[in-house]
Structure formats: C-alpha cells, structure tokens
C-alpha cells in the first residue's frame, strides 16, 4: 500500500527523521488556522498518491494565512494526473540550499534492499539516471550483516558529496532503514533531502510503500484508517478475485502467475518501456476473467499501450484468445495491444486470434520491444 506524503513523514518522524512541523487540512479555514499556528511562511501540498505535484501546481508557498488558503483554494479539487485533491498538507516551509535525493527499497534482480543517493535531488530520479547516470550512487545491503557503515560511507563516498556532510548523512541513511525495516516498507525515498542554509538536513517529502501483507501487525500504519488511500482499480480487482497493482509508466501489463508477471515487468523495463500496472489473472482464467482484467487495466488512465503475456498452462490458450476478442469488441481497446500466447491449446488460440486480426508475437523480449515502440509512438505523437 502506498502511503500519502503526511502518513509517510508520520512514520519518518517516528523514527526520529526531521520532518518539519505540519498538518493537513481538508478545507479552506483548516488550512487558514493551521497556517496561523505555524506563524511562518508555509508550502501547502496536494495530498495525492501520483508523483510530480510540484510541476502539476499541487505544491505552493504562502506567506501569510489569506495566501495559503487562496493557494489552498486552487489546490483542493485540482485533478492531478486523475486523482482528485481532496486534502492538502501545509507545513513550516524552509529555505533550501541544495536539494538531494535518498530511498531505499528492493532490489529484484541483486535480492537485497538497495540505498540509492543523489546530489541531483528534487528533479525526478528517472530524469536524473537517464541524462546523468553517474550523479546516482547505489550500495546493496547484505540482509545478514543489515546496514554496515562501511556500506554508506561507501555509497557517499560514490557520491562525490562533501565529506562535511557524510556525519549528518550517515544518521538519515540510518533511520531511513529503520523506517525500512520496522514499517515492513517496499520503497521509502526523500525527495527532496534538502540541506538548509545552516547545513542542517530536512526531509522535505515522502514516498512510502508499505508491504500489504504487513499492515496487519503494523498499528501505526492501521491507525491511518479510513484515510487509507486505496486505488479504486485495486479495489476493483481484488472484488473479483484478480491481483491488480498500480505503478507510475504508461504500458498496461497482463499476465498470468506471480513468477510470469514479474519478468514480464523486467523485460518490458530492459526494453526501456515503464509499466502503468500489473494485473495477474492467476491460473485457469476463464475468457470472462480476461475481459475483467482487460477493463480493469484499460480503465488506468495512464495505460498508453497493453502486453498481455500468457504463458498455457492450467490457463488455455484459446480461453484467454475468446476474452481478448470479446473485451476487444465489447469494451473497444484504444490503445495499442501486443499479445503473447504459447502453451496449452495455443494453436486454437492463435488460430481465433488471428481470425480476428490480432497477431500474436512469437516471444516475450518481442512483445517487449513492440510494445515500447508503440508507446514511444504514442508518446511523441
Ligand atoms: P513532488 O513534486 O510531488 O515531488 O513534491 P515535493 O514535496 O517534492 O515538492 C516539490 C518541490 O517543491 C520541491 O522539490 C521543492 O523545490 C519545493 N518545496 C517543497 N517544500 C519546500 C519548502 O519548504 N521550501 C521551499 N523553498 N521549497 C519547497
Ligand atoms: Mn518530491
């Protein structure tokens, strides 16, 4: 489950991360008061679970209460990347020297939690690694021996930031594991770490994956409650029984088994594609449940392009064909689709697919180029 921005600075504070002082507030004279209190400048931010708020006019600074609940009044309601504001979270704003990048989440490929820094903070990290690889430091943490010194000084030392800063840096990278590993979390990142013109640090925003399969014996993640931010198409899928999770690319990815999904999201990344989602119909899917998850990953607003990758087992070929032909004609697929068919009654399938002028490609790595070019296209057009 992904956090919002306030409930992950929560848990960083916590565990002793400097998060300045703040509320959220869900209206105008919340907002009003809780900027009085603060007596300062403040930043109100959109409460939102997609990234880059700040670029879509969801993060504003306000000098005085009337400014903030002006700024507030343009931000409550605003419609970022399809989600709708409906709290905002006004803190002490601070001014900024620098601003660095630090998350720590896992590794697939290596098994192992990964700590990644950058000098190049605020901007999005994606950006950062693909115009300027080397400003990114990354060190595995060995689960055995847990988070080393000798480990971070390495990954600092990558870097290439001032020695002066390695004390106060160490002691972040310190509880953000600590938030890591008590909170069961998938992703911590800050994005910005900003320094402060008297050299302090300050975690300026949150982004916070909490493993599903922990919340259960997590209170201070429960307390969150009904504020809890659940994707409506999770939501949906899991009604039905499916295995539906949301991530931050445009290329909608269908497939059936944990295992088979997962590499699918690896080739489609070496590809240079970014997933929008994954759905796993699991095993024995009927056409129907392929319908069900072609709806449910065509609802994504994000999903420019769709690779569905079957492989046959207890899952038939031509099953999986009849959905796709039927969520085709019934739902209309708007976006470009490449499909993946072998195993069990795969002939009958790609006979009734073919009938209905999909071509299946002949492997995985193909359905992974194809389908970035199509998005890529899609992109530029
Ligand atoms: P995001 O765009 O969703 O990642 O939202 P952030 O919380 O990272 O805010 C976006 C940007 O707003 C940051 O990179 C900062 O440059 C700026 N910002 C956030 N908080 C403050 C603050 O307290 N003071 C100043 N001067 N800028 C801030
Ligand atoms: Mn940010």
Do not use: C
């Not at 990644?116 to 690694?129: A, L, P």
């Not at 240079?272 to 056409?287: E, S, V």
């Not at 689709?337 to 399938?349: D, Q, S, W, Y």
Request: aromatic letters at 6%; zero cysteines.
């Amino acid at each position: 489950m992904r956090l919002l921005e306030y409930q992950g600075k929560e848990l960083f504070l916590n565990v002793g991360l400097p998060v300045s002082a703040g509320q959220v507030a869900h209206n105008l004279d919340e907002v009003e008061s809780i900027a009085k209190s603060i007596n300062n400048t403040v930043v109100v931010k959109a409460q939102v679970l997609v990234g880059g708020r700040g670029k879509a006019g969801g993060v504003k600074l306000a000098s005085t209460p009337e400014e903030a609940r002006q700024q507030a009044e343009n931000i409550l309601g605003m419609d970022i990347k399809g989600e709708k504001v409906e709290t905002v979270l006004v803190t002490e704003a601070v001014d900024i020297e620098r601003e660095f990048y630090l998350s720590i989440t896992f590794d697939r490929a290596q098994r192992k939690p990964v700590i990644i820094f950058s000098v190049e903070g605020g901007v999005d990290i994606e950006e950062v690694s693909a115009n300027n690889p080397d400003a990114i430091a990354k060190a595995w943490i060995n689960p055995l021996l847990g988070l080393t010194p000798y480990l971070i000084r390495s990954v600092l030392f990558d870097s290439g930031v001032e020695k002066k800063l390695f004390k106060p840096l160490t002691d972040i990278i310190q509880k953000l594991y600590q938030a890591f590993v008590k909170f069961e979390a998938n992703l911590v990142e800050i994005n910005p770490l900003a320094q402060l013109p008297s050299g302090e640090l300050a975690v300026l925003d949150s982004k916070f994956v909490v493993d599903d399969e922990a919340i259960f014996r997590l209170p201070e993640v429960q307390s969150f409650g009904g504020e809890i931010h659940n994707d409506p198409l999770e939501e949906k899928a899991e009604a039905v029984g499916l295995q539906y999770v949301k991530l931050d690319g445009n290329i909608g990815i269908i497939g059936n088994g944990a295992g088979l999904v997962m590499s699918t999201l690896d080739v489609v990344s070496l590809a240079g594609g970014k997933p929008a989602n994954f759905l796993d119909i699991g095993g024995g899917a009927t056409a129907e449940v392929m319908k069900q998850a072609l709806e449910i990953v065509l609802s994504d607003a994000q999903v420019e392009g769709l690779f569905v990758n079957i492989f046959g087992g207890i899952t038939r070929g031509d099953e999986v064909a009849k959905g796709l032909i039927a969520a085709r004609d019934e739902l209309g697929i708007h976006v470009p689709m490449i499909v993946r068919l072998t195993g069990t009654n795969e002939a009958e399938g790609r006979a009734l697919l073919e009938e209905a002028d999909i071509t299946p490609v002949a492997s995985m790595e193909d359905g992974a180029e194809q389908i970035v070019a199509h998005t890529q296209a899609a992109m530029k057009s």
